[in-house]
C-alpha cells in the first residue's frame, strides 16, 4: 500500500488547510485511513480516521475543527483542518489498515505511512 499526502504549507493563525492523501494498492474492501502528526520533540499523536464504511473518529483535542471526507472512487482522503493554531505545526502523515472495518487513532494499528507533509502555523 502506498499513501502520498499533498496539502501542507504555510498559513496564519486562524487559517484553514485541506490534507489530502492518495492510497494505491488496497486488495481489501475494508479498510481504514488515518492521520497522525509528530511535532518536534513530541510522541506521533493520532488526530483522525475514516472507514471504507464511512466511520469517523477524532481526537478530543481537534474535534469541531478537524473533518474526514473522502472519495472512495479515488481512495483519496482529506482532512480539513479549520482554525489553525500554531501549536498545530508539524509534518501531518497519512496511514492506512487494510481489513479493518472500525476506527482507530492508535499508532500501533497501521501497517503502512506516508512520508507526510509540513503543516506551519505562524501567529
Known amino acids: 500500500v502506498q499513501l502520498v499526502e499533498s496539502g501542507g504549507g504555510l498559513v496564519q493563525a486562524g487559517g484553514s488547510l485541506r490534507l489530502s492523501c492518495v492510497v494505491s494498492g488496497f486488495t481489501d474492501h475494508d479498510y481504514v485511513i488515518g492521520w497522525f502528526r509528530q511535532a518536534p520533540g513530541k510522541e506521533r499523536e493520532g488526530l483522525s480516521c475514516i472507514s471504507s464504511t464511512e466511520k469517523a473518529e477524532y481526537a478530543d483535542s481537534v474535534k469541531g475543527r478537524f473533518t474526514n471526507s473522502r472519495d472512495a472512487a479515488k481512495i483519496t482522503v482529506y482532512l480539513q483542518i479549520n482554525s489553525l493554531k500554531p501549536e498545530d505545526t508539524a509534518p501531518y502523515y497519512c496511514?492506512?489498515?487494510?481489513?479493518?472495518?472500525?476506527?482507530?487513532?492508535?499508532?500501533?494499528?497501521?501497517?503502512?505511512w506516508g512520508k507526510g507533509t509540513q503543516v506551519t502555523v505562524s501567529s
Open positions: 496511514t492506512a489498515l487494510e481489513g479493518y472495518r472500525g476506527t482507530t487513532i492508535t499508532t500501533d494499528m497501521y501497517d503502512d
